[in-house]
């Protein structure tokens, strides 16, 4: 006979620092069992790891893996983002042990330890983000719940790269050959991308897979800006804009209710 799975006490109904979001009505038994990741050498990817821009900060992410160290605030997100794509485009999964970093090489894999308690886990870092000015790495619900951060939503931590077997692992250069262009030639710009107005710039990106990834991750943590929201191909960068508005103000207005919930500040823009 089918036991009901049932969530663990310590399973908060609310806790991550993503509004509305939480662990899910069935989370797996037995989280606290659930093992680290298995660090092993991976090839880099290909596009998740070239410079780039969100509301207004310049993001280089690291060519290669090797020594890293960082103490900051970590979050964790959960039923909200779970099956969405990640910046490797593989399907997040909050009950695996993964890790969103702005910069840390995607993939690769780091120890992160609750400054509080002194407990540590090691996750697979496959996805970019948090953008929120006071946030340093976002991990899976499963890391958090681990770590002892699932209640509170968010800890003071450090966090550490691991370099599998003492290799170091380049990014891939993009003049190799068979490495596709920074900018598709026969990239077509989104619909209403020549439309005038005036324009909320969140981010600017080489690649349109990830200028689309980050348009998803918004989609998913802003639903009240989806309709709102174009990639639009132009120059050498994939730009991601809200809008358009009737005026200045207004799009001010839509900037400081972002900027309250995020602490960042999208970028203005006239067209």
Same mark, same amino acid.
């Given at each position: 006979?089918?036991?009901? #799975? ?8 609310? /806790?991550?620092? =993503? ?8 989370? &797996? ?16 990817? #290909?596009?998740?790891? $070239?410079? =780039?821009?969100?509301?207004? $900060? ?19 997100? %959960? ?6 794509? *990640?910046?490797? /485009?593989?399907? =997040?999964?909050? =009950?695996?042990? *993964? ?13 992160? *330890? ?13 996805? $970019?983000? &948090? ?16 770590? %002892? ?17 003492? *290799? ?20 077509? &710009?989104?619909? %209403? ?9 969140? %981010? ?29 191909? /132009?120059?050498?960068?994939? #730009? ?30 006239? #067209?």
């Amino acid at each position: 006979m089918l036991q009901k #799975r049932e969530a663990p006490a310590e399973a908060p109904a609310r /806790g991550a620092y =993503y509004k509305d979001d939480g662990p899910g009505e069935h989370p &797996p038994p037995n989280l606290d069992a659930i093992p680290d990741a298995v660090p092993r050498v991976e090839p880099l990817h #290909r596009f998740a790891n $070239r410079p =780039y821009q969100v509301f207004g $900060r310049e993001f280089v992410p690291l060519a290669s893996v090797g020594p890293f160290r960082q103490r900051g605030m970590a979050s964790w997100y %959960g039923k909200r983002f779970h099956g969405g794509n *990640t910046s490797s /485009g593989e399907p =997040y999964d909050m =009950y695996a042990m *993964t890790a969103a970093h702005p910069t840390l090489p995607v993939p690769s894999y780091a120890r992160v *330890t609750n400054v509080a308690n002194g407990r540590g886990v090691v996750v697979r870092v496959n996805d $970019r983000g &948090p953008f929120h000015a006071d946030r340093a790495i976002d991990l899976s619900y499963a890391a958090a719940y681990r770590l %002892g951060i699932a209640q509170s939503g968010s800890a003071l931590v450090e966090i550490e790269a691991i370099v599998p077997g003492g *290799t170091l692992i380049a990014a891939v250069p993009s003049g190799l050959p068979g490495v596709p262009p920074s900018v598709a030639p026969d990239a077509a &710009p989104a619909p %209403g991308a020549e439309a005038k107005g005036v324009y909320l710039q969140l %981010g600017a990106f080489s690649v349109r897979e990830n200028a689309e990834t980050f348009r998803a991750r918004i989609i998913r943590e802003f639903a009240w800006l989806s309709d709102a929201l174009h990639v639009i191909a /132009g120059g050498a960068l994939f #730009r991601l804009h809200i809008g358009p508005y009737r005026s200045q103000d207004e799009a001010r207005a839509v900037a400081e209710r972002i900027r309250s919930e995020t602490s960042l500040l999208p970028l203005l823009v006239v #067209r």
